[in-house]
């Protein structure tokens, strides 16, 4: 069904042929197979930044930082040194059970932990897959909206990926999470709780064969459900959480914190000077405007030489090498002429500043679109390399649970 699109005239098809490297195969063009693509009155694919629903979950411990949380006691007539104290529980020992928190006067316990940690996440299923060393969540927020994260073991460290919104607004046509539309923006505390969460469920044993008794998540990528860098002050106060030391938070290292994107230029840059040197991602998925125009509605906006400034800026602010996101997708971006043109325009910014990751497209559903031939993933990625690109390919997990990249969708 995937019949190429040989229109004589469309600017992909001259794009091919002026390639002039003898590259003549087809080029599908990318259509929403199965669901219908929302759009605006001027039929443009509709692309939100806000958040439609404003009402956030109620506030949690893991919202404040230590100093808030301290003038929050304070508001509730508590002494404020039991800040630490219950940040301790939640950031070092993952609890909010009033009965193992025998340093806090028992009288008055139980509210207190009521005010500060009101129930965020219920779990409403568990997928595992890989032996038990992935695992799928499915959550429910306080107000029925459903988001998923994706726990995952490798040898020497564990990774979760988490996500940030309920639902996308980036209405990018071969993801799933974004058939549906955005929900709403997830709060800090939503986004923290996951990674909480999982602490708690690899502590139990409960994520395939141990490795040693200290175990807890190292990794965290911000490629689950949602835009993080549209989500940007909560996104920006959970990464804080994560990396602020116990037991202000959970004391990990930036740079293993992943914050991955379609491509929102100003957000970027404004990230860029943060100084929290987390690594960055941009999904980029095509080098020319023509194809990225279709594959990535917010390109009509920033363009791909826009993003690609932004992500080369990134790296000389931070001195972190920066990641190309790009999905392989069978005769609709994975020509060797795309090939080389991605490791032009990376080259002409400097050498070493950056590394490519494709990924054979995950499929989603109704979709008719497939992973690129074994032979062709080879060949770009030879063609990335021989260009002095450094290149892996990046194999998801969790595709037999509908865990991997690009196919969380959160139905029950
Ligand atoms: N919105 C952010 C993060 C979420 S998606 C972003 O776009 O980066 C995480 C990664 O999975 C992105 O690189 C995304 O483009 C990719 N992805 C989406 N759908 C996919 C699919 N069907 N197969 C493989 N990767 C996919």
Redesign the pocket.
């Known amino acids: 069904m995937t019949s190429p699109t040989r229109t004589p005239n469309s600017p992909l098809n001259r794009a091919a042929v002026s390639s002039a490297d003898g590259d003549a195969r087809p080029q599908v063009l990318p259509a929403a197979e199965g669901w219908e693509q929302q759009r605006t009155a001027e039929g443009r694919p509709l692309l939100q930044f806000a958040s439609p629903r404003v009402k956030q979950p109620p506030q949690h411990l893991a919202d404040l930082t230590l100093a808030e949380r301290a003038e929050t006691l304070k508001e509730l007539g508590l002494q404020p040194f039991r800040a630490k104290q219950l940040s301790t529980h939640y950031f070092q020992h993952w609890t909010t059970d009033p009965e193992r928190m025998s340093d806090l006067p028992k009288a008055g316990r139980e509210e207190l932990v009521e005010a500060m940690f009101p129930p965020l996440l219920t779990e409403v299923r568990r997928l595992r897959t890989d032996d038990g060393n992935t695992i799928k969540f499915l959550w429910r927020l306080f107000d029925g909206a459903l988001v998923e994260s994706v726990l995952m073991r490798y040898p020497g460290r564990i990774t979760l990926c988490v996500s940030s919104q309920a639902g ?1 607004g ?1 209405n ?1 046509p ?2 799933a999470t974004g058939q549906a539309g955005l929900t709403r923006n997830m709060s800090t505390a939503e986004i923290v709780d996951q990674v909480v969460a999982a602490n708690r469920v690899i502590a139990a044993g409960e994520l395939g064969a141990t490795e040693h008794p200290d175990e807890r998540v190292t990794n965290i990528v ?3 459900m ?3 860098l549209a989500n940007y002050k909560r996104v920006m106060a959970a990464v804080h959480r994560f990396v602020d030391p116990a037991p202000e938070g959970l004391g990990m290292s930036a740079r293993n914190i992943t914050v ?3 491509g929102l230029v100003p957000a970027i840059r404004k990230l860029a000077d943060e100084e929290l040197p987390v690594t960055f ?1 941009l ?1 980029l ?1 095509a080098p020319d405007d023509e194809l990225r125009d279709e594959l990535i509605p917010v390109n009509n906006r920033w363009k791909v030489d826009e993003a690609i400034d932004a992500a080369h800026d990134y790296f000389r602010k931070t001195g972190r090498r920066v990641s190309i ?1 790009y ?1 392989l997708i069978k005769d609709m971006n994975d020509h060797a002429w795309r090939a080389s043109l991605l490791a032009k325009k990376l080259n002409q910014r400097g050498r070493g500043w950056v590394h490519v990751n494709p ?1 054979p ?2 499929p ?1 559903p109704g979709s008719i679109w497939t992973a690129s031939e074994p032979e062709v993933q080879d060949e770009f990625v030879e063609t990335l390399r021989a260009a002095g690109i450094p290149t892996t390919l990046r194999d ?1 997990r969790g595709k037999e649970i509908d865990g991997a ?3 969380l969708a959160a139905a029950e």
């Open positions: 996308c980036m990018c071969f993801c911000f490629m689950g949602g835009e993080p991955s994107t379609v991602a999904s998925h996101e999905a990924i497209l995950n989603t998801t990249c690009g196919q």
